[in-house]
């Protein structure tokens, strides 16, 4: 299944009738508000706040900020034209992501820039980057030696980011960059998820060593993102693909766009692009480590579609139980947990009054694993993504990249590296956790495991 096929269940909209004040989540306390809940266990907050209400106020140290609970309601504002991309969330990413670029621009300039990057991630352009992310799966299985320790944190990041930098910046030699993103990105999501949840500004800007590593981490971001805009122009190559896209585009009146607007533009690509799909890319291998019944089953199905041969972006498709493990593992651990906005106009949502200027958050982690919208919603269970079952999952109880204008440009390209990954890994190897691996769940602007460490063990 994609997964959007899930069936519509409850309309959702703004009501009609008089509108509301959304109730209050319980447990603020003074000062901090309920930023203490979303620093100390923040999945566990999120997951609870739907037994308020459909729409609840929450204290971040001054600020009310509203959180949706309900799918139908997070469908709502992700499509309404009434809420822009802002709120905590992307203030705090603005150190990284800039204001220029199209993960946090609004209005023409966002739509001009749709359109700029939108080619390179059509359903019809994906089959192009099919031998680049075979030849990358398959380098990282011959990577492993069989009975090996695999360090999963910094393979992931490496294969996600030499497949994003290969097909979508034609870069080569990228490993040693993979590890400085990783390693930079861990420093940076954190330390912005304590600025959004915790906003004590100046605070953040004190001599303090976890304020100066952050610093640090994050200049070297903008860094490579300079290293790699430099050699592009020293080159003087201009190959059909989307660095080239990016660095000819012109603004709205025909004129090449400002440096700081590439700059943005190649950290918008560069940096979800590696950062999602890295930690999707550790839980899948958790998944095959802890549950060995799914691990085998990929394994056979995989070796039944291919006939034994190295598994290929051409059979993907066919490779119905090796995508329901991937749709399943990223509904349990989406990496994209949380999400923000903020209402242009006064305006409602589900019959609550959301004034102009509020900040709204949502938790696709939360919406996932509700038992309102899934039967045993905490079981690992990929069949639940089988044609007659996914009907009844309710619409937007599973929008991993989100709907709307600002849906991830990036879903078919995207799903299609995890599946053959997840194929060409579980061809070869079967999983256990090694001695020192830790497996709980590190929160940041996304999710991923602390440290995960495996044994690849051949069949
Ligand atoms: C936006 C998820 C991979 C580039 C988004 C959004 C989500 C998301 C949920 C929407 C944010 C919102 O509604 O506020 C994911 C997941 C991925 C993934 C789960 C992989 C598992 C990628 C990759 C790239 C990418 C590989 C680029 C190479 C972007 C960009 C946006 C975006 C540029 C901003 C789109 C806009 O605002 O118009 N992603 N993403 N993503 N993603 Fe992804």
């Keep these: 299944m994609t997964v959007e096929s899930v069936s519509p269940r409850t309309p959702a909209g703004p009501g009609t009738s008089a509108l509301r004040e959304p109730p209050s989540a319980g447990g603020a306390v003074p000062v901090l508000g309920h930023g203490l809940h979303l620093v100390r266990d923040p999945l566990a907050f999120m997951s609870g706040l ?10 971040l140290g001054p600020k009310t900020v509203y959180a949706v609970t309900t799918p139908a309601l997070t469908g ?4 309404s034209p009434g809420f822009s991309i802002d709120g905590p969330l992307w203030e705090s990413l603005e150190g990284l992501l800039g204001k220029e670029g199209v993960a946090t621009a609004n209005g023409p300039r966002h739509r001009r820039q749709r359109r700029t990057i939108q080619p390179a991630f059509r359903l019809d352009a994906v089959p192009g ?3 680049v992310m075979e030849q990358e799966a398959h380098a990282l299985t011959e990577r492993w ?3 090996e320790t695999v360090d999963c944190t910094s393979e992931s990041f490496r294969v996600a980011v030499r497949i994003a930098a290969r097909c979508l910046l034609r870069g080569e030699y990228m490993d040693e960059r993979a590890e400085r993103l990783s390693t930079d990105l861990a420093t940076v999501f954190r330390g912005m998820y304590r600025r959004m949840v915790i906003p004590l500004g100046p605070l953040y800007r004190l001599p303090f060593p976890a304020n100066r590593e952050f610093d640090r981490a994050l200049a070297d971001l903008h860094l490579l993102v300079d ?6 122009r020293s080159s003087g190559q201009k190959p059909d693909d989307l660095l080239t896209a990016l660095l000819e585009a012109k603004d709205d009146n025909g004129e090449p766009i400002g440096e700081q607007e590439i700059h943005d533009q190649v950290v918008a690509i560069l940096t979800p692009g590696s950062e999602t799909v890295a930690s999707t890319i550790m839980w899948l291998l958790h998944v095959l480590a802890e549950h060995p019944e799914h691990a085998e089953k990929v394994r ?3 070796e039944s579609v291919t006939g034994g041969r190295p598994v290929g972006f051409e059979h993907v498709r066919s490779l119905t139980h090796t995508n329901n493990v991937v749709v399943e593992a990223m509904r349990l651990r989406p990496a994209v947990w949380i999400l923000t906005r903020r209402a242009v106009t006064d305006t409602a949502l589900g019959g609550y009054r959301i004034p102009a200027g509020a900040d709204i958050v949502y938790s696709p982690y939360a919406i996932q694993r509700d038992g309102r919208s899934y039967a045993r919603p905490l079981d690992f269970d990929p069949d639940r993504w089988l044609p007659e079952r996914a009907k009844e999952v309710p619409k937007y109880a599973m929008s991993p ?3 709307g204008n600002r849906k991830c440009p990036s879903d078919h390209f995207s799903m299609a590296q995890l599946s053959l990954i997840t194929a060409a890994v579980s061809a070869k190897y079967r999983f256990e956790q090694a001695g020192g691996s830790d497996d709980s769940t590190r929160v940041g602007i996304t999710l991923r495991p ?5 044994r690849a063990n051949p069949w």
């Design 50 to 59: 739907r037994r308020y209400g459909d729409v609840v106020r929450l204290r």
């Design 76 to 79: 709502a504002l992700a499509l």
């Design 129 to 131: 980057y099919g031998p």
């Design 145 to 147: 030696r069989p009975g």
């Design 227 to 232: 290293e790699i805009v430099a050699e592009r």
């Design 300 to 302: 056979t199905e995989v």
């Design 401 to 403: 990249f989100s709907v």
């Design 450 to 454: 602390q440290n995960l460490l495996l």
